[in-house]
C-alpha cells in the first residue's frame, strides 16, 4: 500500500470524525447524571437500570425486533425468488421488471406510507374488524424491503456462469437440488447482505411505520414522540447498546471472514 | 380529639397507600373485568404518565395488575398527528389525551364519544373552575388531566431586571438570545397577546397583523425549537424562551439561575383532558382506566412525575408545600383572571394561519431567495454534462 499523503490523513480524520463523534457524544451522555444534554454532571448506570424497567421502550424495542427480523426473513425469501426470475427473463422484460422495482426505493417514502394506509383503510372497510397493527406493519416492511434484496441479489446472479447449473444437472442433480447445492452457496453473500440491509432499514423506517402503525408502536415511532417533553437520557443508553451490539457483530463476522480467507490461502 | 387522631392514622397510612396504588380507597368496582381479556388502546403524549422511573409510581403497570386489563399504551409528538391518525381511519383508540381546542374540534367533527360519568365518579374530584370550559362547555366529552399557563422561562444572569411582559421577547438588546415556539398556534398567541388581541383569531386582518409581528421577532430569534429548549435553557445557550409552565419548573430544577414569568398583557391557559374517540369497542373499561387516572394517588403521582398541574382538588392537597403554593403552578386568580382558552378556529382561519406562519418561516430578510434557483441550475448543469460524457465515451467504445 502506497504511504497517504497529510492532506488524505487529514481528510479521513475529519470523515471518520463526522461520522463518529455524534455516537461518542450520545455514548457519553448515557452515562450522565443529570437529565441535560448539554452538562455532564457526574457518572451513573441509572439509565441503563431505568430503562430495562421501562416497559413502554423494552415493548416498542420488542415490536422493532420481531418486525425486522420477519419482514427481512420474508423479503429475503420472496427477493431471492424473484431475482431468479427477473434473471431467467428476456433483455426488455427484465428491463421493465427492473425498473418497475426502482420506483418505491426511489419515491419519497411519505409517498409509499400514505399510499399503503390508504390501501389499508380501503381493506378495513372492506372486510371489517381491526386489521391496523403487526400485519399491516409486516405488510409494510416487506414491501419496502424487497426491492432492496432485488438490487443485490440480481447482479450476483448475473455474474454467475449460468454453465454450472447445467453442469449440475448433467451430473445428475434435479433442479431443485442443482439450486441448492450450487446457485444458492454461489449468491449467499448477497443474499446474506440484502438479509442485513432489510434488518437495518426496517429497524430505522418511521415514516412508513407510522401510517401502517395502527395501535402498535415501534421503537422510532416512541422516541419520537417524546419530542414534546423531552427525549429520556433512557433512549441514549438502549442507542448505546445497540451500537455496541452491532459493532460486536460486524466485528465478529469480519474476524471469521479473515480467518477463513487465511485458511484458503494455506490451501491454497 | 377524635379528627386529629384519625388524621393522624390517616397521615400514618399514606405511605403504604401510594406504595400500593392497588389499594385504593373508593369502593369503585375495578376488578369487573377481570379474566375478560380486554385491551385498552391509550394513545397519550410522549412522557406524559408517571412510567416507573425514578422510583415513581408505574401507572400503567399498577392498573393492568388492579383491574386485568390488558393495556397497549402509545404515544405521539403532537395534537395535530394525534388528530391526523385518528381522523385517517389508521387505528382504533380507546382513550385518547388531548388539548383544549383539539376535543372541541374533534367534538364539532363527532369524533369523540359521549361519556357514562356514571362510570367515572372521581369525576367530583375535580375541580369545578376545570369543568365546562369552552371546548365542552356541556360537560359530555372530557375528563380534565393535567392544565397549565404559558409563560417566559428566562435566565437571571442573562437577563437583567423583572420579566413581566411578552415585548421582551422583542427587545434587541437580548438578540440571538430569544427562543420560540416552533408551532403556529403558541408563537401566534404570544403575538397576539402581546399587541392586545385574542389568541383566538377572527379575521384575516387580526393574523395578517400577528404575523407581521412574528416577522419582526425574527431577526433576534435565535431558533424556533420545541423540546430543544430545555438543554438550551438549562445550559445557558439561550436567555429567554416562552414555554409551559410544568417544564418551566423541571427547567428550573436543573438550573437554579432560570426563573418563570407570566407576562402582564395574559396568557394561553391550557388544559390537557381524556377523552373516548367514537367507535372505541371497550367503552366501559376506557372509563374506568379514566377514572382510575383521578384517584387521588394516581393523578399525585402523574402531577408530580410530568411536573404539569393537576386538576385533582384532593391531589393537589397531597402536594409539597412549596409546589402547592408554587405561583408557577398554581397562579393566583388574578394571574389565571387574565388568561384565555385556545378554541376551534373555524377552517379558514386556521388554513390562513398555517399559511401565513409558513410564510413568516421561510421569509429570510437577506434576500438569500436567490440561492435555490441556482442550485437547481447547478444540479440541471451537472446532469446534463454527466449524460453529455456518457454519451461521447459510448461514441468511442463503438469505434
Known sequence: ?268 | MISALLALVLTAMLPMVSAAAAETKSDYNYTRFKGAGVTLNVYNWGLYISDGSDGAADVVKDFEELTGIKVNYTTYDTNESMYAKIKSGGADYDVIIPSDYMIGKMAQEGMLAELNFDNIPNYKMIGDQYKGLAYDSDEKYSVPYTWGVVGVVYNTTMVDGEVDSWDILWDAAYSGNVLMFNNSRDAFAIAAKKLGLSLNPSSQKEIDEIAAELKKQKPIVQAYVMDEIFDKMTGGEAALAPYYAGDAITMIEDNPDLAFAIPKEGTNYFVDAMCIPKGSTNKEAAEMFINYMCETEVALANCEFIGYSTPQVEAVKLLPEELANSPIMYPSEEVLENTEVFEVLPEEINTAMDAAWSSMKAHEEGGSGWIIPVLMLIAVAVIILSIWRKNVRKKRDDY
Not at chain 1, 411505520?209 to 415511532?221: K, R
Not at chain 1, 427525549?231 to 451490539?245: D, Y
Open chain 1, 1 to 268: 500500500m502506497k504511504k497517504m499523503s497529510v492532506f488524505s490523513k487529514i481528510y479521513l480524520a475529519v470523515f471518520f470524525s463526522f461520522m463518529y463523534i455524534p455516537i461518542a457524544v450520545m455514548i457519553v451522555f448515557s452515562f450522565n447524571e443529570s437529565k441535560s444534554r448539554s452538562v455532564f454532571t457526574g457518572f451513573t448506570l441509572d439509565w441503563y437500570k431505568s430503562l430495562f424497567r421501562n416497559e413502554m421502550i423494552l415493548s416498542a424495542l420488542g415490536i422493532s425486533l420481531v418486525l425486522a427480523f420477519g419482514s427481512a426473513i420474508v423479503a429475503t425469501v420472496i427477493g431471492t425468488l424473484a431475482s431468479i426470475g427477473i434473471n431467467s427473463m428476456r433483455k426488455t422484460t427484465r428491463g421493465i421488471i427492473m425498473n418497475i422495482s426502482y420506483m418505491p426505493v426511489i419515491n419519497p417514502e411519505i409517498i409509499t406510507g400514505v399510499s399503503l394506509m390508504l390501501l389499508f383503510v380501503v381493506a378495513k372497510t372492506a372486510m371489517g374488524g381491526k386489521i391496523f397493527g403487526m400485519s399491516t406493519l409486516l405488510i409494510a416492511h416487506i414491501t419496502f424491503n424487497l426491492p432492496y434484496v432485488i438490487f443485490n441479489v440480481t447482479p450476483k446472479l448475473k455474474q454467475m456462469d449460468v454453465k454450472m447449473y447445467e453442469a449440475a444437472l448433467d451430473l445428475g442433480c434435479n433442479p431443485r437440488q442443482a439450486f441448492f447445492k450450487v446457485v444458492l452457496p454461489e449468491i449467499m453473500p448477497a443474499v446474506v447482505s440484502s438479509f442485513l440491509i432489510c434488518l437495518t432499514y426496517s429497524i430505522d423506517d418511521f415514516i412508513i411505520s407510522y401510517f401502517a402503525s395502527g395501535t402498535v408502536q415501534t421503537l422510532p415511532i416512541a422516541i419520537y414522540s417524546m419530542t414534546r417533553k423531552k427525549v429520556s437520557p433512557e433512549i441514549n443508553a438502549l442507542s448505546t447498546i445497540m451500537f455496541v451490539v452491532i459493532l460486536s457483530v460486524i466485528l465478529l463476522i469480519n474476524a471469521k471472514d479473515s480467518q477463513s480467507q487465511k485458511k484458503k490461502k494455506t490451501r491454497a
